[in-house]
């Protein structure tokens, strides 16, 4: 499976963006899609995730209620639209296909595939 995510830029707080990230190729198993971001110096952490099975998405707390994630029919297409957008958010976001359930929807290592990255800046 390649992912490849798309849509950050610079824009300033307050403002919105709709990172998308599509999914080519096969894998033989697939539960959702996450997305996660990381800031210089800091781990990667968990932004938002949706599973095929249904049921609501789940969300970081410094994200919810800003942040929706969604997806085509297909299945083949993740979006996150980010609305009042902070400095904080400010990170490289990837987009991850998720692979395995004996972890939480939180951890990376429930997602086996990975995007390259998409820079995310918000200015003051």
């Known amino acids: 499976v390649q992912l490849q995510a798309c849509g950050g830029g610079l824009v300033q707080a307050g403002g919105a963006l709709r990172l998308a990230c599509a999914a080519s190729?096969?894998?033989?198993?697939?539960?959702?899609m996450g997305w996660f971001r990381q800031t210089p110096g800091k781990e990667r952490g968990f932004v938002a995730a949706i599973r095929w099975s249904g049921g609501e998405p789940a969300y970081a707390d410094s994200v919810k209620d800003r942040f929706t994630i969604s997806s085509d029919n297909a299945k083949t297409t993740v979006y996150l639209q980010m609305t009042g957008l902070k400095v904080e958010d400010t990170a490289v976001y990837y987009c991850?296909?998720?692979?395995?359930?004996?972890?939480?929807?939180?951890?990376?290592?429930?997602?086996?595939?990975w995007g390259q990255g998409t820079q995310v800046t918000v200015s003051s």
């Open positions: 190729g096969r894998a033989l198993s697939t539960f959702g």
């Open positions: 991850a296909w998720r692979t395995r359930l004996n972890f939480t929807t939180r951890s990376e290592g429930a997602y086996g595939y």
